[in-house]
């Protein structure tokens, strides 16, 4: 049972180049979410996908689009990385109940926009 | 706006003495409450959470955190913190859509803690 994996754990882009990151997770979770982490921000949600088949914005999505695959699946695309972008990205997934949930986060990408 | 508020940047202490941080949030409809902490180099790892009952909330690692209704709070405690402890550690909150939807985590800015040996 690996939780949440993420890849790539780093990169570094150019100003204007595409990547995507990938995300993915064992525990058989619904809800699959992303965020940037930045020096004295915390974490921000980018995207979040409360069930397969569906995505929504979160609160900095802008210059970013998600897919969410299958069930397992969340992917992140840049697809004109800009240096607006350096950050650390944070994957997480949960499984919604009635009286609250709990999300685990993968290990992270770290993004290097030059 | 709803937010979550970390009064703390930085925090330094030496092993053994007591911590407590400190966490307001701003919304005060049902509350999932969740201190996740930050090894250097690392993922964010639950400490604790609270979604109802016993207002103080015990976690890993001897953490433990009060749930004051009154004063929109859920601030973190340690009795004694060891180096081990020197970390990131942020609270979240989590926001209901209306009608009870599923939303999403409303994190703080976090607090940096510092532990000297």
């Known amino acids: 049972n690996a939780g949440v994996t993420q890849t790539p754990k780093f990169q570094v882009l150019k100003t204007g180049q595409s990547m995507t990151l990938q995300c993915a997770q064992d525990?058989?979770?619904?809800?699959m979410y992303w965020y940037r982490q930045d020096p004295g921000m915390g974490l921000r949600l980018i995207y979040y996908?409360?069930?397969?088949?569906?995505?929504d914005k979160g609160e900095v999505p802008n210059g970013y689009n998600v897919s969410r695959l299958n069930k397992r699946e969340f992917s992140l695309r840049l697809e004109s990385a800009a240096p607006s972008q350096t950050s650390v990205y944070f994957c997480?997934?949960?499984?919604?109940?009635?009286?609250?949930?709990?999300?685990?986060f993968g290990p992270g990408t770290r993004l290097l926009v030059l | 706006a709803q937010s979550v508020s970390q009064h703390n940047h930085h925090v330094i202490l030496s092993e053994a003495a007591s911590l407590e941080l400190g966490c307001n949030y701003s919304?005060?409809?049902?509350?999932?409450l969740f201190w996740y902490v930050q090894y250097p180099g690392q993922h964010l790892q639950l400490l604790l959470k609270?979604?109802?009952?016993?207002?103080l909330v015990k976690g890993i690692k001897g953490f433990e955190a009060e749930f004051i209704k009154s004063k929109f709070s859920f601030n973190l405690r340690k009795p004694s913190v060891q180096w081990s402890d020197t970390a990131e550690y942020f609270c979240?909150?989590?926001?209901?859509?209306?009608?009870?939807?599923?939303?999403?985590?409303?994190f703080g800015k976090g607090t940096k803690l510092s532990v000297k040996p």
């Open positions: 996908s409360a069930s397969e088949g569906t995505t």
């Open positions: 609270y979604f109802s009952g016993d207002p």
């Open positions: 997480a997934s949960s499984a919604p109940s009635r009286v609250g949930e709990t999300q685990y």
């Open positions: 919304y005060g409809g049902t509350v999932n």
């Open positions: 525990m058989n979770h619904n809800s």
């Open positions: 979240a909150y989590y926001r209901w859509n209306y009608g009870g939807s599923q939303g999403n985590l409303i």
